[in-house]
T-cell receptor, first 115, second 111 residues
């Protein structure tokens, strides 16, 4: 298995632009998580899905952020409009029910820079 | 919701010394406590975990201890090596919820 696949690896955009981050979880994993990493705040949970259904989105900063999981093999995190304070590394992770659903496998992350 | 505090934020040791990182959690219902290691520019990866029915777990040079009464758990690395240099994250969760991470400890091992 190729692991959790995220794209793009790097994204540089200007303030006000729409940004879409993409994630393909490991096949067979039924939980998917989006985390944001910054030096100041560490790894923050944004949202997580179980069987494609959003379970907890309390970490989504504001209405500018939205996430979808249309099927078991794909999820997107969208920021519209983007702001400089959104600059961070965004990680997607997935977990399998056979492992208690707790062990996370992370993607390589998307380094987002909003100018 | 769960809140995880991690200390220290940075730790510098000499090669061969031991390193200890401590975490506290707030939700007494949490029952799973993993540790992740993140090397520079890489993704976090699980290195060891412990469940609430166990007080200590060891894997070669790393060990984790858990005190449920006090709601804290610790990572111990013995005989540190330069390749142990990384950011270490503790986390806590219970069934049906997502992992909540501490803010991380940057460990530097100098030879």
């Amino acid at each position: 298995d190729a692991g959790v696949i995220q794209s793009p690896r790097h994204e540089v955009t200007e303030m006000g632009q729409e940004v879409t981050l993409r994630c393909k979880p490991i096949s067979g994993h039924n939980s998917l998580f989006w985390y944001r990493q910054t030096m100041m705040r560490g790894l923050e949970l944004l949202i997580y899905f179980n069987n494609n259904v959003p379970i907890d989105d309390s970490g989504m900063p504001e209405d500018r952020f939205s996430a979808k999981m249309p099927n078991a093999s794909f999820s997107t995190l969208k920021i519209q409009p983007s702001e400089p304070r959104d600059s961070a590394v965004y990680f997607c992770a997935s977990s399998a029910p056979s492992q208690g659903g707790e062990k996370l496998f992370f993607g390589s992350g998307t380094q987002l820079s909003v100018l | 919701g769960e809140n995880v505090e991690q200390h220290p934020s940075t730790l510098s040791v000499q090669e061969g010394d031991s390193a200890v990182i401590k975490c506290t959690y707030s939700d007494s219902a949490s029952n799973y406590f993993p540790w992740y290691k993140q090397e520079l520019g890489k993704r976090p990866q699980l290195i060891i975990d412990i469940r609430s029915n166990v007080g200590e777990k060891k894997d070669q040079r790393i060990a984790v201890t858990l005190n449920k009464t006090a709601k804290h758990f610790s990572l111990h690395i013995t005989e540190t090596q330069p390749e142990d240099s990384a950011v270490y994250f503790c986390a806590a969760t219970q069934a049906g919820t997502a992992l909540i991470f501490g803010k991380g400890t940057t460990l530097s091992v100098s030879s």
